[in-house]
């Protein structure tokens, strides 16, 4: 049981980085963006591909994020110029994506990096070397937790890339250009009637949510050290889960703790999975069905409950005026026998 939630941690956040993606596109800029099931892919291929090739695992991490910028200002592009509608354009650009990413894997379905220096091993050397792990499994174990993984070296890179990511997003949509952004995504035309170009806010917005999606499926090709042409189906779905629960639990506020909901609903989504897989009857190919009712739960749940406070708020006001009418006949009464 800790063994599967404390991977389902590590995993969260790694798929935290591709959750920022996701509400970069269609909360912030309002575009329903499905790029993204062919955007992972693409990072995973062109870090794996790179990797097998003898390039550095960290170069290969950067050319994935460029390569996921790329296909997302195509995608913009062909909205933004060809005037196409923005879920046309994604398929699109999916589909195109599919037939991309396997000649980037040399016409291979997939690519194994068992083999390979990737991030995750490198990174894992340098903390092998550091008496940390001994430290934390000593402090767990003297508060009576028995558990103890092998290495905390995963947790610990997740946690900083996930932090650097949101850091910039933090900035970048404070900054000018940010907020012109945010305002592209709430009011296009109030922003274009100041002479902002929304055609190049929407290709820059589109461009950097994919880049965090290709990051992402660059990391986890490395995590789980193999690349497979179709590990993006139902990404764009996870990411919306991920942005969901975190808006649902943690509620809307400012850009801090939008996004930092936005990546506890992506660790949050992992742990719900980790433990619907163990019941019994559930398989792993039934991932899609519990992505698909964690999601519709997501949405109806905090509706559901709203409708029941507000029924509560209302009763508890009709009451209220009850309780009031009937005091004020009772002092009229009193008047009228005065």
């Known amino acids: ?94 589909t195109a994506l599919y037939s991309i990413n396997l000649r980037i894997m040399d016409n291979s379905p997939n690519i194994s990096l068992m083999n390979d220096n990737t991030i995750i091993s490198m990174f894992s050397d340098f903390w092998a070397s ?43 949509l404070k900054t000018e250009v940010g907020l012109a952004l945010r305002a592209t995504g709430d009011n296009p035309d109030m922003i274009r009637s100041l002479s902002a170009n929304t055609d190049r806010l929407k290709i820059l917005g589109v461009g950097i949510s994919n880049s965090f999606v290709a990051l992402s499926g660059a990391v986890v090709t490395q995590y789980s050290s193999f690349v497979d042409v179709n590990m993006g189906i139902g990404m764009i779905i996870i990411g919306l889960a991920s ?61 559901l409950l709203e409708n029941q406070r507000e029924r509560r708020r209302k009763s508890r006001k009709a009451r209220q005026l009850k309780q009031e009418f009937e005091g004020g006949s009772g002092s009229a009464t009193s008047k009228s026998d005065l």
């Open 243 to 303: 942005v969901i629960i975190g808006e649902a639990l943690f509620g809307k506020g400012s850009v801090f703790k939008i996004t930092l909901a936005v990546i506890c609903g992506a660790v949050i989504y992992r742990m719900v999975v980790a433990l619907a897989l163990r019941v019994d009857f559930l398989e792993t190919g039934d991932m899609q069905l519990i992505t698909a009712v964690i999601v519709v739960g997501a949405l109806v749940i905090p509706k």
């Open 1 to 94: 049981m800790f063994t599967a939630i404390f991977g389902s941690i590590e995993l969260g956040l790694i798929y935290g980085i591709m959750a920022l993606g996701v509400y970069l596109s269609f909360r912030v800029l309002n575009f329903p963006d499905l790029t993204v099931d062919g955007s992972f892919v693409t990072g995973g291929a062109v870090a794996a591909i790179m990797i097998v090739s003898g390039y550095s695992a960290i170069v290969a991490t950067i050319a994935a994020l460029i390569a996921g910028f790329i296909a997302g200002c195509i995608t913009g592009t062909l909205h933004a110029k060809g005037k196409i509608n923005p879920l046309l354009s994604g398929i699109l650009m999916m």
């Open 130 to 172: 550091l008496p940390i792990d001994g430290w934390v499994n000593g402090a767990l174990a003297a508060v009576g937790i028995p558990f103890a993984p092998s290495t905390w070296s995963v947790l610990f890179l997740a946690i900083l890339i996930v932090v650097l990511v949101k850091a910039f997003t933090d900035y970048f």
